[in-house]
């Protein structure tokens, strides 16, 4: 299969990402208090939900291109539905896809295996964390212990969580029909 991108590729994979950015506001703007009331480490579990801009386009398409595009696209939607991250977004969505990118080309090219999904999730988790770091200091700030405690449940949440959610969100759409022809369905 050729690695060129087909207009209903990126038509479905741009719908799916401007659903998931108006997802995404909306947990941004209840991300907020409830992080305040329950804390750091607990707020981290919802990472995996994140990763789904970047996660789910390549699952489904599992062509170069399109984690990053996807995650793009979703945090486009998020900056223009007014998220309070602002032009973070873009590049956390960025260094998402590009961890989900490096793990599908450097473990089973494209195949969406298992290795794919959890070596791209990881990667895609980790370069934000650094992300975080570099602008906010966060979460190394707070001790090491509690960095520790970050990183473990934002990994746990981006590989559990994310895979999950990726495995349901597809399978739902296969029912309507909608990736009909789409590598994630011929597998």
Sequence with gaps: MGKKF???EIVVVAMISAVIGVIFTLLDW???PMSAVLGTVFMEITFGVYMLS?????????????AVFGALVAAGVNLLMG???GLQLVLAGFLEGLGVEIGYAILGKYEGNL???ISGQILGAAFVFLRDGF???TPMSYGTTVAVGVIAV????????GIILVKMITA???KTGVLKGFKCIRV
């Design 83 to 85: 998220s309070p991250y």
């Design 172 to 174: 739902a759409l296969e």
């Design 54 to 66: 970047a996660a789910l386009p390549m699952y489904i398409v599992r062509k170069p291109g399109f």
């Design 154 to 161: 934002r990994f746990l949440s981006s590989v559990v969580i």
């Design 135 to 137: 602008f906010w200091g």
């Design 30 to 32: 209840a991300y907020m």
């Design 6 to 8: 087909k207009t209903k």
């Design 115 to 117: 290795k794919n999904m």
